[in-house]
């Protein structure tokens, strides 16, 4: 049971920690760019927003309070054609099998018990305990409200925009936003963004650690997957691609038609990959520590 281009495997069925939106009318209301910190896809729309205003927005992004809840339009039920719900089976069946995973190895590994995010299904626009989004700022994490919010047309833009397609690499995109939920748990999103808001000169660089962190979290996930036989070495290649293409020199050269670095938030595509694999060797959380000194910067 691969997770490559024709990978088999059979959905459960079950919706445990879902939350399908996909019926919901407008997807539940836009309120602005609110959502705290920006998705892997949301990385192209503010870089070339920056490029048409000539202003840096990225520095926007990453903190602030959070907007209040919109009332959710009414609910109708949910259409979906064949590729589609393969894609929502899929992300149902990753979250489980992502969630199952940390449920064994955070509290062998840190002591800490694991309690479970909730990924919720959207179209075009939605509200957060965290603001308004939209499917342009890509799959994200809302630490106000523990849930992974994603628009599954992020997948086909993984593989057309991004060049990173294949099952595995929509994997590493729920895998590393459960990583975020992981980071919360631990208290280290919060003292980061503490930091952060202390430190507003160290916003991007932390961020960029934090970033990195969840890569390597993804990592550890993988590791226990192959562990169990469910991948095969291209799955991981697909993976490393994922990871690359949404590194910000990567994306920045793609919209700017140059790079940036003091405006990084997510990490270069090296950087970004390194910690994948880092947590993909080690399955150890231990193994994730992007916050010490020059760990940031082994690999640009």
Not at 27 to 38: M, V
Not at 161 to 177: D, L
Not at 273 to 299: D, P
Request: net charge neutral; hydrophobic share 35%.
């Amino acid at each position: 049971r691969g997770f490559d281009a024709n990978m088999e495997w059979t959905p459960d069925g079950s919706d445990q920690d879902v939350e399908d939106r996909r019926g919901e009318s407008g997807g539940g209301g836009f309120g602005g760019w609110g959502a705290r910190g920006l998705g892997l896809g949301g990385l192209l729309i503010v870089g070339l927003l920056s490029l048409l205003t000539g202003r840096n927005l990225f520095h926007f992004f990453g903190g602030g309070n959070p907007a209040p809840q919109q009332a959710s339009r009414p609910h109708q039920p949910v259409q979906e054609g064949a590729a589609e719900k393969r894609s929502a089976d899929l992300a149902k069946f990753v979250l489980h099998d992502v969630q199952s995973t940390w449920d064994r190895i955070l509290p062998a590994q840190t002591g800490k018990p694991y309690r479970h995010a909730t990924l919720v299904l959207f179209r075009d626009e939605v509200s957060t305990a965290c603001g308004g989004a939209e499917s342009a700022t890509g799959p994200f994490y809302c630490p106000g409200d523990e849930k992974v919010y994603l628009d599954l047309g992020f997948f086909d833009e993984l593989a057309k925009r991004f060049g990173a397609p294949g099952e595995f690499a929509r994997a590493y995109v729920i895998a590393h936003e459960i990583g975020h939920h992981v980071q919360k748990i631990l208290g280290i999103e919060g003292k980061v963004r503490r930091l952060q808001q202390a430190n507003p000169g160290e916003r991007n660089p932390l961020s960029v650690r934090l970033e990195l962190q969840a890569d390597c979290l993804a990592g550890v996930w993988g590791h226990n997957a192959a562990e169990r036989s469910i991948l095969q070495q291209g799955d991981i290649e697909a993976g490393l691609r994922a990871a690359a293409a949404v590194g910000d020199d990567r994306i920045q050269r793609m919209v700017r038609g140059r790079v940036s670095p003091e405006s990084f938030t997510h990490g270069s595509s090296a950087q970004r990959v390194q910690w994948f694999r880092a947590g993909l060797t080690s399955g150890k959380v231990s193994s994730c520590n992007t916050f010490k000194t020059g760990a940031e910067s082994r690999s640009h």
